[in-house]
């Protein structure tokens, strides 16, 4: 229904927006309790509480698919085009139709446009800024409709699906990092990794979402825009239960919220901040009926980097003086490499995790995501109490 309404209003031409910039923050997987961890942790180490309290407005988003628990691609859709759809589908209805997703509607009217993700820049959640699939694993066919798209900016990983040749011929610019001190205004990519970036816990710099927002704001400086920015590995971090590269992914991940917020107070009549999540990963539940987060920070090694140490150890001993980790048992880690794939599934990686969590109290209840309700906080626009993700752009159209 509200698809027939919107083609209807745009033929009629009567969608007047009320604001002429829009910011959308999505922590991938980063359910309440992930926010409220991350917030601890924060002003436990750093001394700071995290931006997104200072929002104004609160509500509880709901986020089922059609297949209840969602995945990225129909909670994208979800908001883009305002329709529950089946999981794996990118802007595309239960029926195989195509839908029209929102941005596009924006890029109509003038509104330039930023894509922005930490993970592969063709990966579910920023493909449904820009493209239709009926498979989000379509990625040869995603990365032609974000070329075809004429988007004026896209910051992220996912070398491994374009060519530089292929970037210029449809008229971009393409760059391998960001550099605030020489932005330009002609359509851009910049692809920072081959494929997802690292963890920020594994990087000396801390700032990559904050420097993609700056990037954005002045590269689109005089313009109405929309910008989209995903923390796309608190996610990762959540399925394999690394609880401090998820901690540290959205404390640098709200860091960006800091620009986005003075930029409102500028301009409040007219911008709108969202910051919320397309659903939640892992069941995280804080407190063993103890909790102890500073446990957390005697964990040492991402993820990625426990997986890359185990695929490149020469044996049990060798790994354990790469890691420095000796708490460990070598039955498990041969198990874990007898099939050529190590991954959160193993025990050996769980053990790893487990040991951390358990001294700091923390549970997490799946690999999977979760029907949780996760957190909507805004500024610029206030939502009802209790939403579902087909219902927020379709609000902002509205008004
Ligand atoms: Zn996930």
Known sequence: MKKIVFIFLITLSLTVFSADYIFFFL???MGINHLKLANEYSIKKYGKTLNYNSLENLSILNTESLDGVTDSAAAITSFMSFEKTNNNKINIDKDGNKLNPVSYHFKDTNYKIAVITSNSIVDASPAGIYAKSNDRNNYISIANQLLESQFD??????????TEEEILKKGYMYKR???????????????TSYSNNPFIFDQDEKDYYEKAIKYSLKKFEGE???????????????????????????????KSLKPAIDFYNKNPDNTIILFTADHE?????????????????????????????????????DFQK????????????????????VSYFDDFVQNYFNHYNDLAGIKWSTFGHTINNVALFSNGIKFDKSVHLTDIFWDIIKK
Do not use: C, W
Request: hydrophobic content about 40%; cysteine-free; charged content about 25%.
């Open 27 to 29: 922590g991938d997987g």
């Open 153 to 162: 900016l896209f910051i992220g990983g996912g070398r491994a699906f374009f």
């Open 177 to 191: 990092k960001i550099d605030i001190q020489a932005v330009e205004p002609k359509n851009e990519i910049i692809l």
């Open 224 to 254: 109405k825009f929309f910008i989209f920015i995903e923390g796309g590995k608190i996610d990762h971090a959540s399925h394999a239960h690394d609880t401090l590269s998820m901690i540290e992914e959205i404390i640098a991940f709200d």
């Open 281 to 317: 990963t892992g069941g995280l539940s804080l407190g063993d009926g103890f909790i102890n987060i500073n446990n957390l920070s005697s964990q040492k090694i991402s993820y990625d980097k426990l997986i890359s140490m185990i695929n490149n150890s020469d044996d049990f001993d």
């Open 322 to 341: 790469k890691s420095n980790v000796y708490f460990l048992n070598e039955e498990n880690y041969n198990e874990a490499l007898s099939d050529n794939n």
